[in-house]
T-cell receptor, first 114, second 113 residues
């Protein structure tokens, strides 16, 4: 079973607040990803990292930012939350073994911005 | 532009029967396909995958079929069990080295006891 942890699980916050969604994995995976999913919709890649000090934008434009200072930690930050940021955010990781190594997902953070 | 499509948002199947979930894709460059399963309040978990060099991959009760000419893949679950009730996501990826996944919208499978 994958060991990838996201906190908080649920977050309700007011407009304009700064928030950080935490993601940590204990598997030593070098690749990490953030996906965003709205109910009934597909998962959209918003950020990914190939390793320490590597961060890339995903396919879906996002006002969030990420950092990768340590292999195991890949936090996502919203400087000023807005209601349009309400969504579920899923963190994932994988080994650099090509496509045969599947993504392991955390349980997600459900964010509601009021 | 949705490159991976799951046109059935939901499916109900009697316990013990076969469940067939379908997925279509538009990008002919995709050459690796995966199915993920998601329970409520949990993240997706990997189920089974298939490379474009194959047309079938089997793992226990789960079989994935790939029809490249039709740009279609399907997941067969037999026999279906109540624990299979979940949302199933189809995902596709470009060739080796580009490991970003493009997901479908999911199909909610309900197994009726």
């Amino acid at each position: 079973e994958a060991d990838i942890y996201q906190t908080p699980r649920y977050l309700v916050i007011g407009t304009g607040k700064k928030i950080t969604l935490e993601c940590s994995q204990t598997m030593g995976h070098d690749k990490m990803y953030w996906y965003q999913q709205d109910p009934g919709m597909e998962l959209h890649l918003i950020h990914y990292s190939y390793g320490v000090n590597s961060t890339e934008k995903g396919d879906l434009s996002s006002e969030s930012t990420v950092s990768r200072i340590r292999t195991e930690h890949f936090p996502l930050t919203l400087e000023s939350a807005r209601p349009s940021h309400t969504s579920q955010y899923l963190c994932a990781s994988k080994l650099s073994q090509g496509l045969s190594s599947p993504l392991h997902f955390g349980n997600g953070t459900r964010l509601t911005v009021t | 532009d949705q490159q991976v499509k799951q046109n059935s948002p939901s499916l109900s199947v009697q316990e013990g029967r076969i469940s067939i979930l379908n997925c279509d894709y538009t990008n002919s460059m995709f050459d690796y396909f995966l199915w993920y399963k998601k329970y409520p309040a949990e993240g997706p978990t990997f189920l089974i995958s298939i490379s474009s060099i194959k047309d079938k991959n089997e793992d226990g009760r789960f079989t994935v079929f790939l029809n490249k000419s039709a740009k279609h893949l399907s997941l067969h679950i037999v026999p279906s069990q109540p624990g299979d009730s979940a949302v199933y996501f189809c995902a596709a990826s470009l060739s080796f080295g580009n490991e970003k996944l493009t997901f479908g919208t999911g199909t909610r499978l309900t197994i009726i006891p």
